[in-house]
């Protein structure tokens, strides 16, 4: 009778998002795979209207347990002319990585690509739990590939308004190796940053 209790308990839980999030917690699926314990770094709200989704935590973001809480942050957060106070505000901002875990580096450098598990498992769940979304910031490679299908993610950038009809803003990661392409591409600082300022601010408060 004890055993039944528990399964129905825990059952129930996972079906809200707060017993969601407390699953993702405590998910070990990827443990073996990872270079410390599981650490999910994962913000989500039922009352989001924005949704970042990037590839997975770095080190300093494992560390800090803050999402974008590094130099890739910083650079995202100048495209998107936002502080850090409305960046982080949860009640407007939902952060749902491919990979909630840092998933450690490379041998030659730069980190190990997320986990396809993580999405597999944990995604759709959120996603069913944030009915508010209006505009999903698609960060990076993975991010990009996972939702649209493969492609190359600068000349998708450039074609944004493909997307924008899907609720869907495709970026490349923030981190200092798209800085020479974004130097020597005006088009993304005179067309797409301006489009990506008023898609977020008309998904955060129109």
């Not at 508010?132 to 600068?154: C, D, E, M, P």
């Amino acid at each position: 009778m004890t055993d039944y209790n528990t399964q129905t308990f825990s059952i129930t839980l996972e079906g809200t998002l707060e017993g969601t999030l407390e699953a993702i917690r405590d998910c070990r699926a990827c443990a073996s795979q990872l270079p410390f314990p599981p650490r999910p770094v994962v913000y989500a709200s039922p009352s989001a209207r924005l949704l970042i989704t990037g590839q997975a935590p770095g080190q300093r973001v494992h560390k800090a347990g803050i999402p974008f809480f590094d130099a890739s942050g910083q650079r995202l957060r100048q495209w998107l002319n936002m502080d850090s106070s409305l960046f982080y505000d949860k009640a407007l901002i939902a952060f749902v990585p491919m990979g909630f875990c840092y998933p450690g580096t490379l041998p030659k450098g730069g980190d190990r690509p997320p986990s396809p598990l993580c999405a597999t498992l944990w995604r759709q769940r959120l996603l069913t739990f944030m009915p508010s979304i209006r505009l999903t910031l698609l960060v990076g490679a993975y991010a990009q590939n996972h939702v649209l299908g493969q492609g190359r993610v600068f000349e998708r950038t450039l074609r944004f308004k493909e997307f924008l009809t899907m609720g869907y803003f495709p970026l490349p990661h923030p981190s200092w190796r798209t800085g020479q392409w974004e130097r020597s591409t005006p088009e993304f600082r005179n067309s797409v940053l301006p489009a990506l300022r008023q898609a977020v601010h008309h998904a955060l408060f129109a």
